[in-house]
């Protein structure tokens, strides 16, 4: 999908940038003059100005579109809010098998040192219909760079062309592949991890049961950043945080309905693994939150189930944040320390001596 921006898009993307720089008081003083604080907690400056800023764009909220429209629009504000492209070693472009023809997919390797690094296997969010390799090829990057592993991302398909369940069986197919030709992409076999946001958490979260039932390779990690795990029912944070902060509720439910063919599909734990009977076995998993999102609380009780099931799990809410957080670590100190943290869960989880 093409990100270049428009004479106006540029110009509005120079002016966030500079408002963004300026003083925390300042940012406060734009975004409405006083810190926002709910269910205990205080909604980061720079986090408070993004969502002021774009609720005053001008811009149509991509749910009151059709999804090529909306695709374009997430598109524009995905490139408008994107850094300088982290120069690395090796990106390139290929595609694998798929279990409905070629998968595309970016392989991202950050140094040239012939070392054979863990491998992970990326899933984009989007809500299963917006977004691809493009709009989360920042986020990819960072985690390359500054993990030191090589990431393989996935362009799985997406709804509702596409509709449930398309992409998990995109997402495991290729989480198979990768496994079976991680020495071809420079990688170690068994240092290979799935990892993803929001409604890629989802998929990883799916992918990472899957592959722990089936007589093939398993994860040796998952990542989570701020999944989806349960699209059965709206859990307390979805009042908390219904509107105003980056993701809402009306987009939730305008994901829900492209992806899912009929209401009981959402009981189908590759939908909801919240809802899965059994989550014993299954790879460690780092689960991340973001302190003002609707989806917080259906993360966090997933990682709660995680380790009830006996799985190691670390769980992590980053209490000033919005969703989105993991598109722009390069924005502000509290999106990259939030990222930070996640390169280095990676890096500690995929270790030589933890194999």
Same mark, same amino acid.
């Given at each position: 999908?093409?990100?270049?921006?428009?004479?106006?898009?540029?110009?509005?993307?120079?002016?966030?940038?500079?408002?963004?720089?300026?003083?925390? !008081?300042?940012?406060?003083?734009?975004?409405?003059?006083?810190?926002?604080?709910?269910?205990?907690?205080?909604?980061? +400056?720079?986090?408070?100005?993004?969502?002021?800023?774009?609720?005053?764009?001008? =811009?149509?909220?991509?749910?009151?579109?059709?999804?090529?429209?909306?695709?374009?629009?997430?598109?524009?504000?995905?490139?408008?809010?994107?850094?300088?492209?982290?120069?690395?070693?090796?990106?390139?472009?290929?595609?694998?098998?798929?279990?409905?023809?070629?998968?595309?997919?970016?392989?991202?390797?950050?140094?040239? *040192?012939?070392? +054979?690094?863990? %491998?992970?296997?990326?899933?984009?969010?989007?809500?299963?219909?917006?977004?691809?390799?493009?709009?989360?090829?920042?986020?990819?990057?960072?985690?390359?760079?500054?993990? &030191?592993?090589?990431?393989?991302?996935?362009?799985?398909?997406?709804?509702?062309?596409?509709?449930?369940?398309?992409?998990? *069986?995109?997402?495991?197919?290729? #989480?198979?592949?990768?496994?079976?030709? +991680?020495?071809?992409?420079?990688?170690?076999?068994?240092?290979?991890?799935?990892?993803?946001?929001?409604?890629?958490?989802?998929?990883? +979260?799916?992918?990472?049961?899957?592959?722990?039932?089936?007589?093939?390779?398993?994860?040796? %990690?998952?990542? $989570?950043?701020?999944?989806? !795990?349960?699209?059965? !029912?709206?859990?307390?944070?979805?009042?908390? #945080?219904?509107?105003?902060?980056?993701?809402?509720?009306?987009?939730?439910?305008?994901?829900?309905? =492209?992806?899912?063919?009929?209401?009981?599909? &959402?009981?189908?734990?590759?939908?909801?693994?919240?809802?899965?009977?059994? %989550?014993?076995?299954?790879?460690?998993?780092?689960?991340?939150?973001?302190?003002?999102?609707? $989806?917080?609380?259906?993360?966090?009780?997933?990682?709660?189930?995680?380790?009830?099931?006996?799985?190691?799990?670390?769980?992590?809410?980053?209490?000033?944040?919005?969703?989105?957080?993991?598109?722009?670590?390069?924005?502000?100190?509290?999106?990259?320390?939030?990222?930070?943290?996640?390169?280095?869960?990676?890096?500690?989880?995929? &270790?030589?001596?933890?194999?």
């Amino acid at each position: 999908m093409d990100l270049e921006l428009g004479a106006r898009d540029r110009i509005e993307s120079a002016i966030a940038r500079g408002l963004l720089r300026l003083p925390a !008081t300042i940012q406060r003083l734009l975004s409405g003059g006083r810190a926002i604080r709910i269910d205990g907690q205080e909604l980061d +400056a720079q986090m408070q100005l993004v969502c002021f800023l774009l609720a005053h764009s001008g =811009h149509r909220s991509f749910e009151t579109l059709a999804p090529p429209q909306a695709r374009a629009e997430v598109s524009r504000t995905a490139a408008a809010f994107a850094s300088a492209p982290l120069p690395l070693a090796n990106v390139e472009d290929r595609t694998i098998p798929g279990p409905a023809g070629p998968i595309p997919v970016r392989l991202y390797q950050p140094f040239e *040192d012939g070392a +054979a690094r863990p %491998l992970l296997v990326y899933l984009h969010g989007g809500g299963w219909v917006v977004c691809d390799l493009d709009t989360h090829d920042g986020c990819c990057r960072f985690l390359a760079r500054h993990a &030191a592993v090589n990431v393989l991302s996935v362009g799985y398909r997406l709804a509702p062309e596409h509709p449930f369940p398309a992409a998990v *069986d995109d997402c495991l197919a290729a #989480f198979r592949w990768a496994a079976q030709h +991680a020495a071809d992409l420079g990688s170690d076999p068994s240092r290979v991890a799935i990892g993803g946001d929001s409604a890629g958490g989802n998929l990883s +979260a799916v992918v990472a049961r899957l592959a722990a039932h089936d007589e093939g390779p398993r994860p040796a %990690l998952q990542v $989570l950043i701020y999944p989806v !795990t349960d699209l059965s !029912t709206k859990h307390a944070s979805y009042r908390l #945080f219904s509107q105003g902060f980056f993701l809402t509720e009306k987009q939730m439910d305008w994901y829900r309905g =492209h992806y899912l063919s009929d209401d009981s599909a &959402a009981l189908d734990p590759r939908a909801s693994p919240l809802l899965a009977s059994d %989550l014993r076995g299954l790879a460690p998993a780092y689960v991340v939150t973001a302190g003002f999102d609707p $989806l917080r609380d259906e993360g966090e009780r997933y990682a709660r189930r995680l380790e009830e099931a006996a799985v190691p799990v670390v769980l992590r809410r980053h209490a000033g944040l919005v969703h989105g957080f993991a598109n722009v670590p390069e924005l502000g100190p509290a999106p990259r320390r939030a990222m930070d943290e996640v390169c280095a869960a990676l890096r500690d989880g995929l &270790a030589p001596d933890r194999r």
